[in-house]
């Protein structure tokens, strides 16, 4: 196998139901092009009218500790797109200065258009905190530091905070090119590896939870 097909014992192009923190342990110094992800909060809450529960979001720590395994993991030169939410963020970003080699480049505000406002205080937006290791690598123009896109609807069994792949597609042309290795290690119901698989770069996804990583799966067999 050339080594564009596996990422240590991983193979590209491929999502694994695992734990993502002792799967990191098992990819190599150096190796992915681009991280894009979305873990649990850590705020221990569930969410929507469904009341959906997400994997260790009960553990406020958890972002942080895969931060470690990320620096490790990313090329030099290279960009982690973190979804954060507004109540965790400032904990990140400071254990971001305190403990590891990144640099915080911007908080960017996706901005949900045309979103129903039922009740007070509905949360609007989603913040992604831009990471460079080294010096980022960015391609697209016009790319401010707020962004609007379509709020997307949930059913019963979709994942609660599944993204809109509008958002994932710009993060995705923006700091990485066809083939490249693209890893979201908390996958979710498979937004990031979808969209990659459209855009022709490598993906790998790891995601915990047998329920959405079948959606995943099957997210991505339908590309
Ligand atoms: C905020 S959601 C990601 C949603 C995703 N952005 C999407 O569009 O569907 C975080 C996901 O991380 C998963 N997760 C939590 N702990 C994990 C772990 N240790 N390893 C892998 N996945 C984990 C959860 O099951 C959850 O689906």
Known sequence: MSPREKLG???????????????????????????????????????????????????????????????????????????????HYPFLTEFVMRYTCFKIRHMVVCNKKGMKLGYGFRNKHELILVLEKGKGKYFLKNFANVIDFDTITHTKT??????????????????????????????????TAAVCKKLNRNFLGFEIDNHYFSQACKKIAEI
Not at 174 to 184: A, G, M
Request: proline share 6%; hydrophobic share 35%.
């Open 158 to 191: 979709s994942h609660p905070h599944k993204k809109p792949e509008k958002i994932i597609e710009r993060l995705v042309n923006h700091s990485s090119k066809e083939d490249d290795i693209v890893l979201d290690p908390f996958l979710g119901g498979g937004t």
């Open 9 to 87: 014992e991983f193979a590209l192009n491929s999502v694994y139901q695992i734990d993502c923190l002792e799967a990191m342990k098992k990819i190599p110094n150096r190796s992915v092009d681009l991280i894009i992800t979305d873990p649990p909060y850590g705020d221990n809450c569930n969410y929507g009218r469904w009341n959906k529960k997400i994997a260790n979001n009960q553990h406020p720590l958890i972002n942080c500790i895969a931060l470690f395994e990320f620096q490790r993991i990313l090329k030099n030169n290279a960009v982690v797109y973190n979804f954060t939410s507004w109540k």
